[in-house]
């Protein structure tokens, strides 16, 4: 049974059927003229190639999709009914509610695409964004064949991996941090036993021996939430190889930081306007898992802790790419110092680029 509120308050009630909703279904229930406009033919079940996969609607006559990696509007209309009716369809497998007292819900749905809704009174209109994943990219010669990587530093990056090194990926909304973190994870050696940890499934990783995991809201009565730092803890009790948190926004930190001190390696992504401020911020969060967690154990353990920081970002033209590319050497003062690997913006190509002697060793 999936319970949604609707705009005036009212419950409505779907009984969800038994086998599993693709996101193909259920936009082949909408009007005809959606689909087309949006991911093609009605008879194709693939996304229209100039469609990177978003659909997100800001309200009844304001639907939008991104092409090229840069959002346009389409034109179409929809109502009230036929937006909550997407919801209520997309919702019917993946265990989550919407309502009142849980205006916000993230979902993965069975064929790996993100729901993401928020109601009112929280927006003034249903907000529904739809994020789809029509090219999977598991290896690091793949973004090198995009032309989002240099190879030289593919190499750099897929040593590092296979050395065991642990790795942050930083960058904006949509720069490719999801994307470029399960590339990096693709050169993992067939051995290693990973274990993820997610608000929402994202990642897709073909490996031999994975362990994926994702936080649960509470049940209508306040119980049973599970939080992205209670997955962080059990992780430690799988006997981890690696361990991956899909984002890192909150006190899950200071978790994770104490993971990678104890030896373990591990990769994660976060949220920064460059690699340097990515370090800056990750010396932040954890100072939010409560009063008696010092600056000064923070710094030098986050120092310690990452081997490289990979800085990804979204061109104008919609084009993805890794800007930088840094590798943490020490504090100094409040600051956590660095040097740089590899920088997108010098005309130097990565080969030529000194790279520090760890680097090099790996």
């Known amino acids: ?33 959606v689909e087309a406009r949006v991911y093609g033919p009605h008879n194709t079940p693939q996304p229209h190639p100039t469609t990177n996969g978003e659909f997100w609607v800001n309200g009844v006559d304001k639907v939008f999709a991104a092409r090229h990696g840069v959002s346009e509007a389409t034109g179409i209309r929809l109502s009230q009914i036929e937006i909550r009716d997407l919801v209520e369809r997309m919702l019917q497998t993946s265990g989550r509610r919407v309502d009142l007292s849980s205006p916000f819900v ?76 399960a590339a990096l994870l693709g050169e993992s050696a067939p051995s290693d036993r990973i274990v993820t940890v997610e608000e929402t499934f994202e990642l897709a990783i073909e490996a031999r021996d994975v362990v994926a995991m994702q936080c649960r809201q509470p049940s209508l009565e306040g119980t049973g939430e599970v939080t992205l730092r209670r997955l962080v803890k059990e992780a430690l009790r799988m006997r981890p190889d690696r361990i991956v948190v899909g984002e890192v926004r909150d006190a899950e930190a200071l978790d994770l930081l104490l993971a990678l001190n104890a030896g373990l390696p591990g990769m994660c992504t976060l949220h920064a306007n460059s690699a340097r401020d990515a370090l800056a911020k990750l010396c932040t969060l954890p100072l939010l898992a409560g009063r008696n967690i010092d600056a000064g154990f923070i710094l030098p353990t986050v120092a310690a802790s990452l081997d490289l920081v990979v800085h990804c970002e979204l061109l104008p033209d919609g084009r993805r790419r890794i800007r930088e590319v840094i590798e943490p050497t020490g504090v100094v003062g409040s600051t956590i110092t660095a040097r740089t690997v590899y920088d997108a913006a010098d005309a130097v190509p990565a080969a030529a680029v000194p790279l520090p ?6």
């Open 1 to 33: 049974m999936v319970r949604i509120a609707s705009s005036s308050g009212v419950w409505s009630e779907v009984r969800g059927k038994s086998a599993e909703v693709s996101l193909e279904y259920v936009i082949a229930q909408l009007p005809p003229s």
């Open 106 to 181: 993230d979902a993965s749905l069975p064929d790996g695409s993100r729901l993401h809704v928020t109601i009112p009174d929280i927006t003034r209109e249903w907000s529904v964004n739809i994020r789809r994943f029509p090219q999977r990219i598991r290896s690091l010669q793949r973004l090198v064949e995009l032309g989002s990587l240099d190879a030289a530093l593919a190499e750099v990056l897929r040593a590092a991996v296979r050395a065991g090194r642990s790795i942050l990926v930083t960058g904006a909304t949509q720069a490719g941090k999801t994307t470029t973190l």
């Open 357 to 362: 002697e760890r680097a090099v060793a790996w």
